[in-house]
Structure formats: structure tokens, C-alpha cells
């Protein structure tokens, strides 16, 4: 079993930074890609942000320049540094991550979610 946990969310002004965390448990072995979701009321759930084992990333174009994903391979942590927030990346903020488990089965894991909201 494996849990993933996300903590960070809250109420901020457009122009604002907030910053998610993630943190994983359970029969991890390893963890390959994480990455960072969002969905926002009425709209199907979005990449925004992936980062493989190595470092490599990948943005979404709207959130290019302004967030920043980030992971901690040796405490199964990731981040989600969120700079000059828009009203428009209000929205549910789900970690998501590819485990392999001791017991060598290949999961995908999400994470319940939180709540951003950005105030224009």
C-alpha cells in the first residue's frame, strides 16, 4: 500500500506564491515520474507539471515561467513552487506519482488533493 499526501493549498491574491508539498509512504521500492495535476470546478482534471527520477520536467504552457516542480528522491517528497498566481489556476491540486513497491508491483498513486484559490 501506498499513500501519497499533499499539503500547502490555500486562499491567495492574484500576484501571490503559495507552495504544495507531496510526500509519499508506504512499500515503496522506487518512485519514477511524479507530477503535479489540477482540476478546476466543471473542467476535467490537467497536467501541470511532471519530474522524472533523474530531474527532467515538463510544464504545461499556462504554467510555464511561473511554477516550478521539484523532488526529493531520498524522502519521496515533490513540490510545487507556484509563483504569480492567476485567478484562473484556481483549482484542486493533485499529486500523482509511479511507484514500483517492495513487493515489485507497478502502482499509480494520486493523492486526495487541495485546494488552491486565487482571489483576483
Known amino acids: 500500500q501506498v499513500q501519497l499526501v499533499e499539503s500547502g493549498g490555500g486562499l491567495v491574491q492574484a500576484g501571490g506564491s503559495l507552495r504544495l508539498s507531496c510526500s509519499a509512504s508506504g512499500s515503496i521500492f522506487v518512485i519514477n515520474g511524479m507530477g503535479w495535476y489540477r482540476q478546476a470546478p466543471g473542467k476535467q482534471r490537467e497536467l501541470v507539471a511532471t519530474i522524472a527520477t533523474g530531474g527532467s520536467t515538463y510544464y504545461a504552457d499556462s504554467v510555464k515561467g511561473r511554477f516550478t516542480i521539484s523532488r526529493d528522491n531520498a524522502k519521496n517528497t515533490a513540490n510545487l513552487q507556484m509563483n504569480s498566481l492567476k485567478p484562473e489556476d484556481t483549482a484542486v491540486y493533485y499529486c500523482?506519482?509511479?511507484?514500483?513497491?517492495?513487493?515489485?508491483?507497478?502502482?499509480?498513486?494520486w493523492g486526495q488533493g487541495t485546494l488552491v484559490t486565487v482571489s483576483s
Open positions: 500523482n506519482a509511479d511507484v514500483r513497491t517492495i513487493l515489485h508491483r507497478n502502482l499509480e498513486v
